[in-house]
């Protein structure tokens, strides 16, 4: 135990400024469980191409976020007791944690430019595991195609012409002529039931979706990466401020 030669308006500043990390770091693990949740559904897609970081950044912004919680508070106890040592303890232990969140950020947002500007990995995943029934992999992503070409009303990564523009597991099952595109490409009625087959299979745009999914996935990892990048980024920004409020208040024990 020591006493401050500190104001009380620093201590006060360092007490508010601890209440707020403490609040924010609570926002931060309920977006990051938010994420790894994944209420989009794509973590299929990514998992199979191995370029799953967004998430691994996620699981560590879990961590963080409980992490800042536990050390605010005890940060205002050490502020509070006015003792060296337990400040000392704050200071390494925020700083852990610091490290920590940061790597969390740069992994999320430096990941997200490669999947979203990049569908080549997505459509090459797509026709080569679509269909394949034989793999744990192919069902999960022919699970996932089905339902997004149906929920987002899209087919193929870009359009789908990629079901034939391209060589895929799919071509080699079904015949071109009778299959050019899976029948969840095909627009349905109320009754989830196809409108019409052949106009589907002829590439009719009244009976076909002419959209691609990318847009859908890209979109699901930007709210992802955002949402774990950019937060992140920004409780960084308020605990660098309190880390040279503290510094300059261990100087005063």
Not at 138 to 145: C, F, K, M, P, Q
Not at 165 to 175: D, Q, W
């Amino acid at each position: 135990m020591g006493t401050s030669t500190a104001s009380g308006g620093v201590k006060a500043l360092l007490i508010f400024g601890k209440l707020i990390l403490i609040f924010a770091s609570l926002a931060l693990f309920a977006v990051s469980v938010w994420v790894v949740t994944d209420p989009s559904g794509v973590y299929p897609a990514l998992g199979a191409s191995g370029k799953d970081d967004v998430f691994a950044g996620a699981w560590i912004s879990v961590f963080t976020g409980f992490a800042f919680f536990c050390v605010a508070i005890f940060g205002i106890v050490a502020v509070l007791s006015e003792s060296r040592s337990m400040m000392i303890t704050y200071l390494v232990l925020i700083l852990v944690t610091y490290i920590f969140e940061c790597a969390s950020c740069i992994t999320a947002i430096t990941h997200r430019d490669y999947l979203v500007s990049n569908p080549k990995f997505l459509k090459v995943q797509m026709l080569q595991l679509y269909g394949d029934q034989s793999s744990n992999q192919g069902r999960d992503i022919t699970n996932l195609w089905n339902r997004v070409m149906q929920q987002e009303q899209c087919c193929g990564t870009i359009a789908p012409t990629d079901w034939i523009a391209y060589t895929s597991f799919f071509r080699t099952a079904f015949n071109e002529t009778a299959a050019p595109w899976p029948f969840q490409c095909c627009k349905r009625n109320a009754n989830a039931e196809i409108i019409d087959q052949v106009g589907c299979t002829v590439g009719h745009r009244d009976f076909l979706y002419q959209k691609g999914c990318f847009e859908f996935f890209s979109a699901a990892i930007d709210s992802y990466a955002f949402a774990i990048a950019w937060y992140g980024f920004a409780v960084l920004m308020w605990t660098f401020f309190l880390l040279l409020l503290d510094m300059y208040y261990l100087t005063t024990l």
